[in-house]
């Protein structure tokens, strides 16, 4: 089961006063000093990203980390072949830690289970209603855009919201719209199993879709904007387990390690299988044993902890030939929450440099 996530970990060379960034294949082995369930996580892959349109971010390395600790003051300490530099000083070397909010873009497809128990429960489906506007509530000022979708025994999805979209007023007024005679003619046509394995790999299909390639052995650089970098995730709430059959588990897990380009965060209540619930997800995943108003709400609430805990570390080295070994100590307010370690960082040759940070 693939466990360290996709493509946008960015440890990447910008182009600045005649610096030429070079390809540096040997990113690929970014590590932390954790295990991918814990709370801090490190994206692997690294690309040679070139933004010729202005100087802006550029002369520096970046690469993008998940916390979802409760982080106060983030900062970073940085060790460049056992030198230390600390994010503080005027040195050449520098560190600095940035929320995702300046610099990324989460694109979430959420996929709500409209099937079982939750659906035919009015208080139930009112309170998934209420759960979900607290969270497009909650990551609203993120840089985070939502689509929503919901999964019943139907082999496809069915969009709610189909594309992505910043814009929470529309988000809350298509939920809204799910009134009570929407969900009973869900009821009437007798589509109460659970296609949970396919609705995933659909999600996947249509996930992919906005960020490339991302079922590819060699992995897509990301999508940059005004010098914004964009990412998808598949987040599936839901109560129960796969009876519709219209997939194997197997093929789902299948298309989840394929998925290099895709953060997947799984979400469960009640009668959800909670070892499916991990198995889906790219980090630990959100479970609650019972099945109520408060539960949902809570798995919610750690959905939008979630959806809020990107961080990009930006690195300035110090020279600008050869190669460098690299650790940066990620603390918060002085106490250590993660380590990226690299060892010889090929750096460009060219005798000009400027750092932007």
């Given at each position: 089961m693939r466990k360290y996530f996709i493509i946008l970990a960015v440890f990447a060379l910008f182009i600045g006063c005649g610096r030429v960034g070079t390809q540096n294949d040997s990113l690929d082995t970014l590590s932390t000093n954790s295990s991918s369930k814990d709370n801090f996580d490190v994206i692997v892959k690294s690309q040679y990203?070139?933004?010729?349109?202005?100087?802006?971010?550029?002369?520096?390395?970046?690469?993008l980390f998940k916390y979802s600790g409760n982080s106060t003051n983030l900062d970073g300490v940085l060790y460049e072949n056992g030198?230390?530099?600390?994010?503080?000083?005027s040195g050449e070397a520098k560190v600095v830690i940035d929320p995702s909010s300046n610099s990324i873009t989460n694109n979430i497809l959420l996929l709500l289970?409209?099937?079982?128990?939750?659906?035919?429960?009015?208080?139930?489906?009112t309170q998934l209603k209420t759960s979900v506007k607290y969270f497009i509530d909650g990551v609203s000022d993120k840089n985070?855009?939502?689509?929503?979708?919901?999964?019943?025994?139907?082999?496809?999805?069915?969009?709610?919201?189909?594309?992505?979209?910043?814009?929470?007023?529309?988000?809350?007024?298509?939920?809204?719209?799910?009134?009570?005679?929407?969900?009973?003619?869900?009821?009437e046509e007798n589509l109460?199993?659970?296609?949970?394995?396919?609705?995933?790999?659909?999600?996947?299909?249509?996930?992919?879709?906005?960020?490339?390639?991302?079922?590819?052995?060699?992995?897509?650089?990301?999508?940059?904007?005004?010098?914004?970098?964009?990412?998808?995730?598949?987040?599936?709430?839901?109560?129960?387990?796969?009876?519709?059959?219209?997939?194997e588990k197997s093929e789902m897990i299948a298309v989840i390690n394929k998925n290099k380009s895709l953060f997947y965060q799984a979400v469960g209540v009640g009668d959800a299988d909670k070892?499916?619930?991990?198995?889906?997800?790219?980090?630990?995943?959100?479970y609650e044993e019972e099945l109520n108003a408060d539960s949902i709400q809570t798995v919610f609430?750690?959905?939008?902890?979630?959806?809020?805990?990107?961080?990009?570390?930006?690195?300035?080295?110090?020279?600008?030939?050869?190669?460098?070994?690299?650790?940066?100590?990620?603390?918060?307010?002085?106490?250590?929450?993660?380590?990226?370690?690299?060892?010889?960082?090929?750096?460009?040759?060219?005798?000009?440099?400027?750092?932007?940070?």
């Open positions: 990203l070139q933004n010729s349109s202005s100087y802006i971010k550029q002369g520096h390395y970046s690469l030198s230390n530099y600390s994010s503080s000083e289970d409209f099937s079982g128990s939750i659906i035919t429960d009015s208080s139930l489906r985070v855009k939502i689509a929503i979708y919901y999964l019943n025994s139907k082999e496809t999805i069915t969009p709610i919201i189909s594309e992505p979209t910043a814009i929470s007023t529309r988000l809350v007024e298509e939920i809204d719209r799910l009134d009570d005679s929407y969900f009973e003619g869900i009821i109460i199993s659970t296609n949970l394995y396919g609705g995933i790999i659909k999600a996947s299909e249509i996930a992919c879709n906005w960020v490339g390639n991302c079922t590819s052995d060699v992995l897509s650089t990301p999508t940059f904007n005004n010098d914004n970098f964009e990412f998808a995730s598949v987040a599936v709430f839901t109560d129960g387990r796969d009876q519709a059959a219209w997939a070892d499916l619930i991990e198995d889906i997800s790219s980090d630990a995943g959100i609430d750690k959905l939008t902890i979630w959806a809020n805990s990107f961080y990009e570390a930006r690195y300035c080295p110090a020279a600008q030939k050869g190669s460098v070994d690299i650790k940066i100590d990620v603390q918060d307010n002085g106490g250590v929450i993660g380590t990226i370690e690299e060892s010889s960082v090929s750096l460009s040759g060219s005798d000009e440099f400027r750092c932007d940070l």
